[in-house]
Structures are given as C-alpha cells and as structure tokens.
T-cell receptor
Framework: GAVVSQHPSRVICKSGTSVKIECRSL??????MFWYRQFPKKSLMLMATSNEGSKATYEQGVEKDKFLINHASLTLSTLTVTSAHPEDSSFYIC??????????FGQGTRLTVV | AQSVTQLDSQVPVFEEAPVELRCNYS??????LFWYVQYPNQGLQLLLK??????LVKGINGFEAEFNKSQTSFHLRKPSVHISDTAEYFC?????????????FGKGTKLSVKP
C-alpha cells in the first residue's frame, strides 16, 4: 500500500509553545488529507479536512486558530498546535487518500504538553 | 454514512480460536468499507477493503470480511488467531458521492488474544 509519513512520532513541549506536525504522502498525490485526534480508549475524532491549495474545513468544536492546518502541496500537510496546553496532549494521526479510495494513515504523533 | 457501530468494545479470545468482530453501519447511499488495525502507539494499517464486486473480501494476516447490504454489516473474521493479532480494530465507512470523502469510523474493538 501507499506510504504516509508523519513526523515527529513523539514530541514533548512546554505549555504555551507551538508544535508543528508534518504529514507526507510519499508515493502518491493525495487529493485530501485528514487530521484526527485520538483520545485514550476512544475512536478517532476528525479534526479537519484539507484539500491542497484551499483552506481546511474544521469540524464543529475544533478551534481553527489553535489547530492551524496548511496543505501546501498534494503530498504535504502540516498541523500546528499553537499555544499548547496540557489538555492538548493527545495522539494525533493524519491520513491521506485519493478520492473514494482507501485512506492511508501516518504512524501518529504522541504530543505531551508539560 | 450516518453512523458506524462496532458492537463489541472488547473481544477476548484464546490463541488459535476463531474470531468475529462485528460492524454495522447506517447510510442512505452506496458505501465502501474498510477495516483497519492499530497497534499501540501507532497509526492505522489497512487490513482489507470493500469497494464493489464480490462481497467476500480477503485481507492481510488471514483476515476476511463479508459485506452484507441487506443487513448493513461488514463483519471481520479470522479462523485462527495468533497472539500477534492483539490490537485495536476499526471499521470505517465512506459514502459514494460524498463531497469530502471522509470516512466514518466505529469506536473500535480491542481484540485480546490469550495463550
């Protein structure tokens, strides 16, 4: 299957700082990339959907000014958690897909805000 | 898809026993379906998919699933599980014609294989 690379896999940051997470589709061009947040023992919560060259579509309840998404090309999307707080600590997963085909997932990023 | 239901949050099973993880969905349009597996602190890996055609699909690691349109189900099965199958399994559904192409995920089923 196609490969989606997500970086970093783990990050610890201080409260109030910003963290950027990258998601790259290595061997295909993704029409759409998705960002999910996964809470312990719970399913994936879709945060936002991004299409290359356009603004991301955020799900209800997700602060777009806090979770900045940039989809600069068909192979790269970034999620920046701004002014991070301990409650932002979570597992963040990106996925990339070509329309109406399977989604391929990154390996996830464990964010810990201290 | 309006919703995806994975009926069992946890399924304990002994090694070499058969297992079935259940998934039901609700949708008013044609759907395509996936099963993903997640190992601790990792992303999701595709196990198998149904897009169209034969309703019985085979995936990696000996898993298979059958799409049943009348029962709106897509249950995952394996005839003989291994310790290494211990993981979280997610069923996901997409709708043909959906504007964004997002997948709706079930809440997951934690499969625990015991020796």
């Amino acid at each position: 299957g196609a490969v989606v690379s997500q970086h970093p896999s783990r990050v610890i940051c201080k409260s109030g700082t910003s963290v950027k997470i990258e998601c790259r589709s290595l061997d295909f061009q993704a029409t759409t990339m998705f960002w999910y947040r996964q809470f312990p023992k719970k399913s994936l919560m879709l945060m936002a959907t991004s299409n290359e060259g356009s603004k991301a579509t955020y799900e209800q309840g997700v602060e777009k000014d806090k979770f900045l998404i940039n989809h600069a090309s068909l192979t790269l999307s970034t999620l920046t958690v701004t002014s991070a707080h301990p409650e932002d600590s979570s597992f963040y997963i990106c996925s990339a897909r070509v329309f109406q085909a399977e989604a391929f997932f990154g390996q996830g990023t464990r964010l810990t805000v201290v | 898809a309006q919703s995806v239901t994975q009926l069992d949050s946890q399924v304990p099973v002994f090694e070499e026993a058969p297992v079935e993880l259940r998934c039901n969905y609700s949708s008013s349009v044609s759907v395509y379906l996936f099963w993903y597996v997640q190992y601790p602190n990792q992303g999701l890996q595709l196990l198998l998919k149904y897009l169209s055609g034969s309703t019985l699909v085979k995936g990696i690691n000996g898993f298979e699933a059958e799409f049943n349109k009348s029962q709106t189900s897509f249950h995952l099965r394996k005839p003989s599980v291994h310790i290494s199958d211990t993981a979280e399994y997610f069923c996901a559904v997409g709708e043909y014609g959906g504007s964004q192409g997002n997948l709706i995920f079930g809440k997951g089923t934690k499969l625990s294989v015991k020796p």
